[in-house]
Nanobody
Framework: EVQLVESGGGLVQAGGSLRLSCTSS????????IGWFRQAPGKEREAVSC????????LYIDAVRGRFTISRDNAKNTVYLQMNSLKPEDTAIYYC???????????????WGQGTQVTVSS
């Protein structure tokens, strides 16, 4: 069974940090470009960041650039999203995605994870 699993979400005060992890079963993350999306209450889901198979071209939306860092450890079959200087507006469910084509910036999705809740209190 193909599956993406996120972990690392939680409740943190504004200014704090969290590190989200994404791992897979049924396929290797190293063969895919990986993205992170989020959906805040009452808002549409939005792309946050992505990274290519070979660590190339990490991209970030303006709202998180300079605060979030995406990285991957293919030996551990894990992709991370380090989130620093968190703000209440970062509160959302965060989803990991996998893209088999991997065109930089396309945020194309073959697989979605189930999501992990991030809540930032003011």
């Amino acid at each position: 069974e193909v599956q993406l699993v996120e972990s690392g979400g939680g409740l943190v005060q504004a200014g704090g940090s969290l590190r989200l992890s994404c791992t897979s079963s049924g396929f290797s993350l190293g063969d895919y470009a990986i993205g992170w999306f989020r959906q805040a209450p009452g808002k549409e889901r939005e792309a946050v960041s992505c990274i290519n198979r070979n660590d190339g071209g990490p991209l970030y939306i303006d709202a998180v650039r300079g605060r979030f860092t995406i990285s991957r450890d293919n030996a551990k079959n894990t992709v991370y999203l380090q989130m620093n200087s968190l703000k209440p507006e970062d509160t959302a469910i965060y989803y990991c995605t996998a893209d088999s084509i991997g065109i930089t910036g396309s945020y194309r999705v073959d697989y979605w994870g189930q999501g992990t809740q991030v809540t930032v209190s003011s």
